[in-house]
């Protein structure tokens, strides 16, 4: 008929618990031609532990589209904060190594483990046991350090440019491209295999916000993109199926050759990646472009959508000796997830140090959502976010079971963090008078219990809300997101203090 037939497409490295869960989304997956993928359950895990793990692989067990997952080491890391799980919960997470859609290891910092001890290690010592993978960020990792790093992980998402990526490969390190809602590094992937070829290639979405799983497509539109920068179709289709099935031990998936799993995708088109029909394990699931199946609501336990337990106390609240002579340390927000180190002087009302948005100056705090902890949450300032009013409160902090409200006014804050609090998780965007947009996400504090589609105006709303709000460019959505996020080399969040991932310390407001 002059279509082409492919194996089905494996997207080699997502996060499917945040935002939408991916019972309620996969279908999109499947549209594209999607029939597995790789997810890390850094969200679900980070707050939960094993059981959150759990959750995720019982939510996505029966659907057409093959869950494989990560067992997050967050929990265990204690470089910057203080370790969460305990023997027990330690024991719970290894253990997780033995499940047959289990697959490795999800991805670790390598400013936590190079040159270092981890009580990370012993995910580390069974995955190598199980003969499973393990999963790198290697922001800013090279050299000697990289070298070291390779010892341990056996795959990374994270290199920057060309020279990087070819540097990972010679040091045994699977790569892995990306193309989501905001990361497209595959022109240097491209730049890459026109030098090395594509065997030890991957590609993915990495994160995947719901408007651009509904505009744009999934592995489809990776695919496509590859394509656009010069690989030749057979390979880019191989860098989808074949590598990431071989890499990640997915039997019987990635090929079309007697004896797999019937995943098969029929295009209509190779170059644009057009796809008319979706076999899943025999079945047809798409036909036409238009998928025969429908979202799969899961119920989760009542505790995994009541998980909002914020203590503000004084949190909020930074006495006026904090600062040298009117300055302060702070975040300087450069664009992304990309932020530094710079100074600030606050504004100083009743001996205390507020936010100064006249000059862009915010106040920025960072709670802890299980305060049982030792530390219930930090406060310090930023710049470079540009809101002239209000606050912006979300449980959406990559990685870490946290809060985070930037804002212009203690009063604002308070309201964005209780009003995220009332819905169990989500995002609320306070102006000078009212509330401006709220939207919940109550499943683990990440998730919003709605169609996708619904998922994604939500999100839109509360990008124009805080757009209205006087937000600079440089995206500050995923800003507030990601600086939680010690895996990016900069000044970043903890509930202990800045975290200077450089110097590998924790840091306060006092130069």
């Known amino acids: 008929t002059g279509q082409v037939v492919t194996p089905g497409f494996i997207n080699a490295h997502v996060h499917v618990d945040s935002f939408q869960p991916f019972e309620q989304t996969y279908h999109y997956a499947l549209a594209g031609g999607t029939t597995a993928v790789v997810t890390e359950t850094s969200e679900f895990g980070s707050s939960f532990g094993a059981a959150g793990v ?24 204690d470089l910057f904060d203080p370790q969460r799980a305990d023997e027990t919960a330690t024991d719970e997470l290894v253990d997780l190594l033995t499940v047959e859609r289990v697959v490795g290891v999800g991805e670790t910092a390598w400013v936590q483990i190079v040159g270092r001890d981890s009580p990370s290690e012993a995910l580390y010592e069974r995955a190598q046991q199980e003969n499973k993978r393990i999963g790198g960020h290697g922001t800013g990792c090279s050299g000697d350090e990289l070298t070291a790093f390779a010892s341990v992980v056996t795959n990374d998402h994270e290199a920057i440019s060309t020279e990087q990526l070819i540097e990972r490969l010679e040091n045994g390190i699977h790569a892995v491209g ?27 979405t990495d994160w995947i916000w719901p408007e651009d799983i509904v505009d744009d497509g999934y592995m489809d539109a990776v695919i496509r993109r590859a394509i656009e ?22 039997d019987g998936r990635g090929s079309l050759t007697p004896g797999h799993i019937a995943d098969i995708v029929l295009l209509d088109d190779l170059e644009t990646v057009e796809v008319d029909t979706v076999v899943s394990g025999g079945d047809v699931v798409v036909r036409d472009g238009e998928p025969r199946v429908e979202p799969r609501p899961h119920e989760y336990p009542e505790s995994f959508c009541n998980s909002v337990n914020v203590e503000l106390n004084d949190v909020l609240h930074v006495p006026e000796t904090a600062a040298t002579e009117g300055t302060v340390r702070a975040i300087k927000h450069e664009h992304g997830p990309i932020s530094s180190e710079t100074t600030v002087e606050p504004r100083v009302e009743n001996g205390k140090l507020v936010a100064a948005p006249e000059r862009d100056v915010l106040k920025i705090s960072l709670l802890d959502r299980q305060p049982e902890h030792d530390e219930t949450g930090f406060t310090g300032f930023i710049t470079g976010l540009g809101l002239e009013e209000g606050a912006v409160a979300t449980t959406h902090t990559w990685q870490t079971p946290g809060l985070v409200a930037v804002g212009a006014s203690d009063d604002a804050m308070q309201t964005a963090v209780n009003q995220v609090a009332e819905m169990n998780g989500g995002w609320a965007v306070v102006g000078q008078d009212s509330v401006r947009a709220t939207f919940p996400t109550p499943i683990g504090a990440r998730c919003a219990d709605r169609e996708v589609t619904e998922t994604a105006e939500a999100f839109g709303e509360i990008e124009a809300a805080v757009n209205e709000l006087g937000a600079a460019g440089g995206n500050p959505m995923l800003a507030l997101q990601s600086l939680s996020f010690t895996g990016v080399p900069s000044l ?20």
């Open 54 to 77: 759990r959750h995720l692989l019982d939510a996505t067990a029966e659907l057409p589209v093959a869950v494989f997952a990560t067992v997050p080491p967050q929990q265990l890391f």
């Open 178 to 204: 990306r193309y989501g809602s905001f990361r497209d590094d595959i022109g240097i992937l491209a730049d890459a295999y026109q030098q090395i070829g594509s065997h030890e290639l991957s590609l993915s």
């Open 229 to 250: 920068e010069g690989v030749d179709p057979a390979d880019a289709i191989r860098m989808a199926t074949l590598n990431p099935a071989r890499h990640f031990g997915l």
């Open 492 to 511: 970043r969040m903890s509930v202990s203090g800045y975290a200077n991932v450089l110097t590998r310390e924790t840091v306060g407001l006092t130069i």
